[in-house]
């Protein structure tokens, strides 16, 4: 029955693999082609039409959901995808960038428009190949040759940020080039400080060692990296709570056992049975007995700030207040440990239980009122912990920013920060710079020709036609630069053979020219990251000859 099956799906209504699912895959990277690069053009994507949205029966109105990006990982994650092989390309983007969930230390995405439009130039010239009457095993085989040759190019290229004479600069450039053409590069220079003083700090970021907040409120020349925490949209627990406290000691109450800083009602209170006035009249002396001495208890620490993750007693409030003690109450599960980290302050459960060992430090606990909430009572406040010692998690405070713009501006500082720790080769990659500006890419296609010319076998083919790919992509740069792909080509070209392997497409000017003089530098773990991934996604596509429908119907009815 399976066979019977499987002749099924031969059919001619069915096309034939690998081609079908090279045509999907260029499709995809057809709509991304106009993204690569640092002068992109925006993608405006559909996700929800009027007429499927709302409810006429019930008044509810109709409303287009719409996402207008440049940025690859985002265009491919919005993208309806239906196709079967859709979750090949997916997995290019990696998990949810940070921000976006609450999983530590996730990856945040660069250079997925390079990966799609590389597979895709991989499987057109591999589909010319199989029209030749090349076999998938030859190609795949000439391609593994030919990825092994362009990661020894990149080996043979790579310069570690330390060899430049401004070290410092060279790590600023590659903040910038990370951001050059996603709508902030008129605000790279005030950035890429920021982006740069957080991997000195930190190491390679994540979502709790790098949070980036947003205001509307100022100047972008205004934003500054914060040395630790802050917390947005908290404020004092307590309007005669102190607004500000200077070396300050803090303590970090987590967990509900006996519910941290909130009264214990006495049906609470284990093995207790409130059957009198008199109990509970004790019960509640005995409580407000114990919340003086916690207080006293703390102030005898020496702690200036508490912050619960649950609420705070409006007695233990009062209490705090008269003792000068700034205390933040409901601190989020996000939150908590990023001023943990920040601060250096060990949660403790108990606040009886808390020893000086315990607490963090900051040289600046601030309540600061940002902006006013429209149409609110309220005005919007955040807890400022600066001046923390060795934090090892520091927030990235970007003023002048709101609206769509502000979610934009979020994720290319942290790709430039991302982008800074990979060519310092934070955590495992591999670190250095090379060339930005297509000048990497000639050089891997120029030196792969040669490999092809050496090699004997039918592999070199294949060589060949990987080579070709690595240079459409330059091709794809050059005209979506406004330039003539044709001119500039042999023009680089030129260059190359005269010994300028450092000259390629300077952006957003549009000029060749020495792309490292210019400050073009991309880290090599990610050049690396995105030749292995659209090599392994060809090489699976092309592994693939046949489809079969897993729904089978039994026929002994």
């Known amino acids: ?26 499709a995809i990277a057809e709509i991304m082609r106009s993204s690569l690069g640092p002068t992109p053009q925006d993608t405006l994507i559909l996700t929800q039409l009027e007429t499927r949205s709302g409810d006429a029966e ?3 109105p109709g409303t287009d959901e719409f996402v207008v990006t440049n940025d690859g990982a985002t265009i491919l994650e919005e993208l309806p995808l239906e196709h079967p092989i859709a979750p090949v390309l997916l997995r290019v983007i990696g998990p949810e960038r940070p921000g976006d969930t ?3 230390g996730e990856r945040i995405p660069d250079g997925v428009t390079t990966t799609v439009v590389l597979a895709a130039a991989l499987l057109d010239e591999a589909s010319s190949l199989l029209e030749t009457g090349l076999h998938p095993a030859t190609i795949v085989s000439g391609y593994e040759i030919a990825l092994d040759t362009a990661i020894e190019t990149f080996n043979k290229t790579t310069r570690d940020l330390q060899s430049f004479a401004n070290s410092a600069e060279a790590a600023r450039n590659v903040a910038q080039t990370a951001m050059t053409g996603n709508d902030v590069g008129q605000f790279s220079d005030e950035w890429s400080q920021l982006a740069v003083e957080a991997v000195e700090t930190v190491g390679m970021p994540d979502e709790i060692t790098f949070v980036v907040r947003q205001i509307s409120k100022g100047r972008i020349a205004d934003s500054a990296l914060v040395r630790g925490a802050v917390l947005d949209r908290h404020g004092r627990a307590h309007p005669e709570m102190p607004r500000r406290k200077r070396d300050a000691n803090i303590l970090v109450l987590g967990g509900q056992e006996n519910r941290g800083l909130q009264i214990r009602e006495p049906e609470s209170i284990s093995g207790v049975r409130v059957d009198s006035i008199e109990l509970t009249a004790a019960i509640h002396d005995s409580e407000q007995t114990r919340r003086h001495e916690v207080v006293e208890y703390l102030t005898e620490m020496g702690v200036d700030v508490v912050i619960t993750q649950s609420g705070i007693d409006p007695h233990y409030l009062r209490l705090l207040a008269d003792a000068g003690i700034l205390g933040i109450r409901g601190v989020t599960s996000l939150d908590f440990p990023h001023v943990n980290q920040a601060t250096g302050a060990t949660p403790v459960v108990k606040p009886d239980d808390a020893t000086t060992e315990d607490l963090g430090y900051a040289g600046l606990v601030e309540e600061q009122q940002i902006e006013p909430r429209r149409h609110r009572r309220k005005n ?18 970007l003023r002048g920013v709101s609206g769509s713009l502000s979610e934009q501006m979020t994720r290319q500082v942290r790709k430039a920060a991302a982008a800074v720790g990979a060519a310092q080769g934070c955590k495992h990659y591999v670190p250095g710079v090379v060339p930005g500006g297509g000048a990497t890419e000639l050089h891997v296609a120029r030196t792969l020709e040669s490999t092809a010319i050496s090699v004997g076998e039918r592999e070199q083919l294949a060589i060949s036609g990987f080579a070709s790919a690595v240079e459409s992509v330059l091709a794809t740069l050059i005209r979506n630069a406004g330039r003539d792909p044709i001119a500039t080509l042999a023009t680089l070209r030129a260059k190359y053979e005269n010994g300028d392997q450092e000259f390629g497409l300077i952006l957003p000017e549009g000029e060749v020219g020495n792309v490292v003089d210019a400050g073009l530098l991309d880290p090599v773990a990610y050049r690396r990251q995105q030749y292995i991934c659209a090599t392994e996604i060809a090489q699976l596509i092309l592994k693939v000859d046949d489809a079969i429908d897993a729904e089978f119907q039994d026929d002994s009815d």
């Open 102 to 104: 609450a999983v530590e």
């Open 380 to 397: 919007r406040h955040i807890i400022v912990f600066d001046e923390c010692r060795d934090p090892t998690s520091v927030t990235a405070v």
């Open 58 to 60: 019930r008044g509810i």
């Open 1 to 26: 029955m399976g066979g019977a099956r499987k002749s099924e799906l031969r059919n001619e209504s069915v096309p034939e693999f690998p081609e079908a699912n090279i045509v999907a895959i260029d």
